[in-house]
């Protein structure tokens, strides 16, 4: 569960402004902010690239159904809401396979670690999404005898620093790479993208508030050209580039019951996608005996992938504080989506 922490509503230094007052700047702005940069509801939907940076990482974040931005307080922070990495009193590392429908497979590790000299936490993050297809023709429907690949990946270094006892901000720069069937003349596409977040501990029932922009960055255009047919002849074109899976995030968290038995959790959240409808999550958690958790959440925005269900245990390997978690997430139509996550070195 969330570290519990005291302290008073101090101003932030050299300015004699209230977090209260910053907080509702930094609510205000940064949409503000998103919108004016990104088009955030002008895409539509579905016409963002890097739609994988999207994609839950962890089965905890997830098996809450993804309302999380204002719990975050382990080393997956850094791919839901960077500031979370400041509640890591020690070295963590985790590691999270999600099988995908369609034999789609998403692999994400990340290692985080405090910094004394910093007053803050530092993370590294690597994730990789692949499949493998069949090339198939007009001409041979079931196959032309060669293979290729999709393959989308990210690299990033997330920092989370303290300003009071209460108020955190923390961001990332993360460098994407989609590669589109290389091996059969496929083009690949690159970025650079950045996430930002701030994460303010209000005090009763250990009540926090948190504002996230993930996945802000430039256009991703893949490279190369293509050509057309037309009645005049054919011609080479430039494919043409969309703006990253943008996200904008707004969550209130609180520990409703905690009992030296039981800790509870819940993390009301409201999300704005730049490639399709604003949507609301809820999710929760309940850890019994500080042992076995259980968690559930639901997406009220989302077309196919709304109810989460998770599971997790915390125990000690080899004098090591481990936690291993899992998640389904139900679908509709397809297959429902099974996740996997350990997480070693948690104090």
């Excluded at 590392?93 to 990340?110: E, W």
């Excluded at 393959?151 to 989609?178: C, M, N, P, Q």
């Excluded at 943008?246 to 520990?255: P, Q, Y």
Aim: glycine share 12%; hydrophobic share 40%.
């Amino acid at each position: 569960m969330v570290k519990r922490r005291t302290g008073i509503c101090a101003p932030l230094p050299g300015t004699g402004l209230s977090l209260w007052a910053a907080l509702a700047i930094i609510a205000i702005l940064m949409p503000a902010v998103a919108i004016s940069q990104t088009s955030l509801g002008d895409q539509r939907v579905g016409t963002s690239s890097g739609s994988f940076l999207r994609i839950g990482v962890g089965a905890r974040p997830v098996g809450m159904g993804g309302a999380y931005v204002a719990i975050c307080d382990d080393v997956v922070s850094c791919a839901w809401n960077p500031a979370g990495l400041i509640l890591i009193d020690g070295s963590e590392f985790a590691l999270t396979h999600t099988a995908l429908p369609a034999d789609i497979d998403y692999n994400h590790a990340c290692y985080g670690m405090p910094v004394k000299m910093l007053d803050g936490t530092i993370a590294l993050q690597f994730g990789v999404l692949s499949t493998n297809l069949t090339e198939t023709s007009e001409y041979q429907p079931y196959g032309t005898g060669r293979e290729f690949s999709f393959t989308d990946w990210l690299f990033g270094l997330s920092i989370a620093k303290r300003f009071t006892d209460r108020f955190s901000g923390g961001f990332a720069v993360k460098y994407v790479r989609e590669e589109l069937g290389v091996e059969i003349g496929g083009p690949t596409t690159s970025a650079l993208v950045l996430d930002a977040g701030t994460y303010y501990e209000i005090g009763p029932r250990n009540m926090r508030l948190a504002v996230a922009l993930m996945n802000f960055g430039g256009d991703l255009t893949p490279d190369g050209t293509y050509e057309t047919t037309t009645a005049s002849g054919t011609s080479k074109s430039n494919y043409a580039g969309f703006a990253p899976a943008t996200e904008f995030k707004f969550g209130i968290a609180l520990e409703p019951i905690v009992r030296t038995w039981l800790d509870t959790v819940i993390d009301f959240e409201l999300a704005h996608p730049s490639d399709n409808k604003e949507t609301f999550r809820l999710g929760g958690e309940a850890v019994f005996s500080k042992v076995l958790a259980v968690r559930a959440g639901h997406d009220f925005g989302a077309d196919a992938m709304q109810t989460s269900f998770g599971l997790g245990a915390n125990v000690t390997v080899l004098s090591v504080a481990s936690r291993f978690d899992y998640s389904a997430t139900l679908t509709e139509y397809l297959s429902t989506v099974h996740r996997l996550s350990i997480t070693l070195g948690r104090p």
